[in-house]
C-alpha cells in the first residue's frame, strides 16, 4: 500500500515542482498530444493484458481495468454503454480533458496577462 500510495503523491510532487520552478507551463496545445498519448498508453497496456491472460501467464491480468471493471461504479457505468473489454475507458478521456482544461486554463489565462505586460511600452 506504502509503494502505490507512495509512487502516485511522487507524480504529484514532480509535477508541482516542474511549475514551481518554472521548469514547464501547460498550454492549450499540449491538450491533444497528451490524449493522444494516454490512448496509446491505454492500448499497450489492453495488449499486454490480453497477451497475459491468451498466453496463460496470468489469466486475471487486469492493469488499469482494461478488461475488467471489478465492481468499480463508474467504470461500470461506462461498462453499460461500451460492453467491450478496454473501449469502455474511452468515456474516462473526456473526464481527463475536463481536468486537463481546468489545470491549463489558468496558466493560459496568466500567459495572456504576460504577454500584455509585455508589450506595454515604459
Same mark, same amino acid.
Given at each position: 500500500? *506504502?509503494?502505490?500510495?507512495?509512487?502516485?503523491?511522487?507524480?504529484?510532487?514532480?509535477?508541482? @515542482?516542474?511549475?514551481?520552478?518554472?521548469?514547464?507551463?501547460?498550454?492549450? +496545445? %499540449?491538450?491533444?498530444?497528451?490524449?493522444?498519448?494516454?490512448? *496509446?498508453?491505454?492500448? #499497450?497496456?489492453?495488449?499486454? %493484458?490480453?497477451?497475459?491472460? #491468451?498466453?496463460?501467464?496470468? /489469466?486475471?491480468?487486469?492493469?488499469?481495468? @482494461?478488461?475488467?471493471? $471489478?465492481?468499480?461504479?463508474? *467504470? $461500470?457505468?461506462?461498462?453499460? &454503454?461500451? /460492453?467491450?473489454?478496454?473501449?469502455?475507458?474511452?468515456?474516462?478521456?473526456?473526464?481527463? *480533458? #475536463? &481536468?486537463?482544461? #481546468?489545470?491549463?486554463?489558468?496558466?493560459?489565462?496568466?500567459? +495572456?496577462? $504576460?504577454? $500584455? %505586460? =509585455? =508589450?506595454?511600452?515604459?
Amino acid at each position: 500500500m *506504502l509503494g502505490y500510495y507512495g509512487t502516485h503523491f511522487m507524480i504529484i510532487l514532480e509535477g508541482m @515542482a516542474l511549475l514551481t520552478l518554472n521548469l514547464y507551463r501547460p498550454r492549450m +496545445r %499540449d491538450l491533444l498530444p497528451a490524449i493522444a498519448t494516454a490512448l *496509446l498508453i491505454l492500448l #499497450v497496456i489492453f495488449c499486454i %493484458d490480453l497477451l497475459m491472460r #491468451v498466453s496463460g501467464l496470468y /489469466p486475471k491480468a487486469n492493469y488499469f481495468y @482494461a478488461m475488467e471493471t $471489478e465492481g468499480n461504479f463508474l *467504470l $461500470e457505468k461506462f461498462h453499460s &454503454w461500451i /460492453p467491450y473489454p478496454g473501449l469502455y475507458l474511452l468515456p474516462c478521456f473526456g473526464i481527463l *480533458l #475536463v &481536468w486537463m482544461l #481546468v489545470i491549463t486554463i489558468p496558466f493560459a489565462i496568466a500567459g +495572456r496577462g $504576460e504577454q $500584455e %505586460d =509585455e =508589450e506595454e511600452p515604459d
